[in-house]
């Protein structure tokens, strides 16, 4: 009986390291972006253009409005929000629809007031404006832009072509898990083998 659980845990073990090396080996597919002209205005920025950005528009603009999405790949609620953001930039083809990784670039939520993932701000003039406070659907993401904004919608319904951005894979976590897993193994050795 002892011989089988030390097997059987042998095996779990193996199982989670196929596991893992599959994930390795399966997230990252380069599947390029379906991206076509109606989601012109919808764009991937890092940390330094969105600056580039607020900068310039408080220097230059005076009506200046567009929308920046601060989310992270690990997120399940931001991977939701993702294809209705999307949407809702093909009905305000006028907008600017950006998104920023705050996962990678953290040192702008202090700056932005980013507390949780995903938030949706609204920047005016270069500063922020409102920021969203719905359910993250297409429609509510357009009737904030409608009510903030006066902009019209063009009745863009969807789909959404899916983004190629490859999710980040918690290293820590899947150590974590190995040593998780070799201490109960140790435990089990002692408390049952000897």
Do not use: W
Request: proline share 4%; charged share 20%.
């Amino acid at each position: 009986v002892k011989l089988k659980m030390v097997k059987s845990f042998a095996t779990a073990v193996e199982c989670v390291l196929i596991l893992l090396v599959c994930l390795e080996t399966t997230g990252a597919s380069n599947s390029p972006d379906v991206e076509s002209c109606s989601f012109a205005n919808h764009r991937k920025v890092d940390a330094n253009e969105l600056m580039r950005i607020v900068n310039q528009e408080k220097q230059y603009s005076n009506r200046s409005v567009f929308l920046v999405n601060f989310y992270t790949t690990s997120c399940p609620f931001s991977k939701r929000l993702a294809p209705h953001y999307k949407i809702a930039s093909a009905n305000f083809p006028s907008l600017q629809f950006l998104r920023l990784n705050a996962g990678k670039e953290n040192h702008l939520n202090l700056r932005f007031g980013i507390f949780g993932y995903p938030t949706i701000l609204l920047f005016r003039k270069g500063s922020v404006s409102r920021r969203f406070e719905g359910q993250y659907n297409t429609s509510d993401i357009i009737k904030f832009v409608q009510d903030n904004t006066l902009l019209q919608t063009t009745g863009f319904q969807g789909p959404a072509p899916p983004d190629s951005e490859e999710e980040e894979h918690d290293y820590f976590l899947y150590f974590s898990l190995v040593v998780t897993l070799a201490l109960i193994a140790e435990y089990a050795y002692k408390r049952f083998l000897k």
